[in-house]
């Protein structure tokens, strides 16, 4: 083993010595198209994701290489540093090319826009990721009418999922109002949590719209088909779910109380123990209420 090291060790010595050195530095500044390059090139590799993070960082590279296939044809006079340099001009042109036109191919409508910007984006989901979300409702946005259901309690079965763009939702149980759901809010977030995709059931809630409404719904076969299809998205809906639906509790916070006038705090645990029969006055909707107990014991 030690005379391997020491063979590879000579080997590597002599590849070193027979290189040539350096005996004499030039110091001449090199020609100012070639500090360029390198400019444009430092900004380049400070691009960020995405598909704009992407046409920045070609187009500043494809200005480097430009400048240094410059530098080497007119200073450097070297024909195999002008050839590299001017490959890798063409691939950076050929790429930017191929970026702007899959920006260009994954456009939306104003609203899908307005949407993507509000909360797809923020999370940093790719453009390439909406578009197949997009596709899975056919692009299609409902309006719903100042007065009219999109859900009434007992009777309308679950069947979508909902993200609402425009207006406001009045959400009741018993003829009791419980809260609104505001734009970019999951109209259906609780009663699509507490099915399993091979199970059925009814809204106990009623959401009736009270201004003109305008919102996007999936199917639910056809978005468990793209779930199975792609896991990522299914993680991303998950998330969103379950955050609309903590928000959905937290805005019931103010609303419960028990027989003694004395508020309950969803953030304790014991709320999620109470008796129903002790809300008495403003109680949760069950199906927001088995989502607590059921997400505490879990």
Known sequence: MEREDLIRENLTFALLNNQPVCSEWKMDVQDAVYHLANM???????????????LYLFFFLALGFLCTSIWAWMDACAADIFSWNFTLLVICAVQMVHVAYQLRSVTFATEFQDLYGCIFQQLGIPLTVYGEIVSCCDGEVTTLEKDHCYAMEGRTPIENLAILLSGRI??????????????????????????????EGTFQ?????????????????KLYLLFAKYRYIAKLFSVLIGNDITEKLFSLNDKVYDRDGIRYDLRLPSFCHAALPDLEKNPTPPALGSLSRRQHQS
């Open 170 to 199: 009045r959400v009741t149980v018993n003829g009791e109002f419980l809260h609104y759901i505001y734009p970019y809010q999951f109209l259906d977030s609780p009663e699509w949590d507490s099915l399993r995709p091979s199970e």
């Open 40 to 54: 444009f090139l430092v900004l380049g590799f400070m691009g960020g994701s995405g598909f704009y993070g992407l």
């Open 205 to 221: 809630v009623t959401l009736r719209a009270d201004t003109t409404c305008r919102y996007v719904g999936w199917r639910r076969k």
